[in-house]
């Protein structure tokens, strides 16, 4: 226990899937946590249950394609907390489509937020870090930021870029305490697989394709490897990729 005990963390789509579970454990290892996302509901949900165990937590609204709300928000952590020492840029979208048929209106909408919006909260949020001292950017990609997969080409191009922004923002800051590191989840149960998890056992075993442990991770377990980069024990990582997959990019 107390891993980040005293750091002060921000998670974008913190309401709900592994924005939740990246929250609450946080939360448990001692971080005073703002959870950000645009669903006001269920956000404050995911306060009241860290709350309630006695960790500290606050929701603060944030769409992360607005650069408005990024300042407002970072603002928040500014004057609630006096410091970021992590940042975890979690929100995102999944569209399975092929390219050629994916319209462009969903191509922008799926880069708006998941690529346009980590970027928007890098750039936010590194003068506060700097001005704390330093800390830990943890990006969320996918294993379809490392392969490719069919049907998925506007997803797997936005978290490839993501992959790479890492890198390069890795370098940019490497003189600043700043350690920037990339999250590959694999197959995860959350609300936004579950229609492809649970529809019937084909669709079951298309979706997880050659996951080797045969099954989808929990979204606690992807926390765990955010909870790590967060943490000081990951403090010689600096644009790595953590693969957290159950084997399915081992073959």
């Known amino acids: 226990m107390g891993r980040v005990q005293g750091k002060v963390a921000l998670v974008t789509g913190g309401a709900m899937g592994m924005g ?9 290892e001692g971080a005073q946590v703002f959870v950000c996302d645009i669903d006001e509901g269920k956000g404050k949900e995911v306060v009241s249950a860290i709350t309630a165990k006695g960790g500290k937590a606050e929701f603060v ?3 992360v394609t607005s ?8 603002e928040t952590v500014r ?12 929100a995102g979208i999944l569209l399975l489509k092929p390219v050629h048929e994916t319209s462009t209106a969903e191509w922008d909408r799926l880069f708006a937020v998941n690529v346009k919006g980590v970027f928007f909260g890098i750039r936010a949020c590194v003068p506060l870090m700097k001005a704390s001292g330093g800390g830990s950017i943890i990006n969320i990609s996918s294993i379809y930021g490392l392969v490719g997969a069919a049907s998925a080409g506007a ?20 003189d600043t305490g ?12 959350t609300p936004m697989t579950k229609d492809l998890l649970h529809a019937d056992e084909a669709s079951r075993k298309a979706i997880l394709g050659p996951t080797l442990l ?8 992807v926390s765990q490897a955010v909870l790590f980069l967060a943490s000081d024990d990951s403090s010689f990582m600096h644009g790595s ?10 073959n």
């Open 79 to 90: 004057a609630r907390a006096g410091r970021l020492d992590v940042l975890v840029n979690n």
């Open 178 to 189: 700043i350690r920037v590191n990339s999250v590959h989840p694999g197959v995860i149960d």
């Open 155 to 174: 997803y797997i191009a936005s978290k490839g870029a993501v992959r790479l922004m890492t890198k390069s923002c890795a370098v940019d800051l490497a």
């Open 67 to 74: 650069e408005e709300e990024w300042s407002a928000a970072v």
């Open 214 to 221: 045969g099954r989808p991770s929990r979204p606690e377990e």
């Open 20 to 28: 939740r579970t990246h929250s609450e454990l946080l939360a448990a």
């Open 241 to 250: 990729e953590v693969v957290v997959d159950g084997g399915y990019t081992a």
């Open 61 to 63: 609204r944030l769409d």
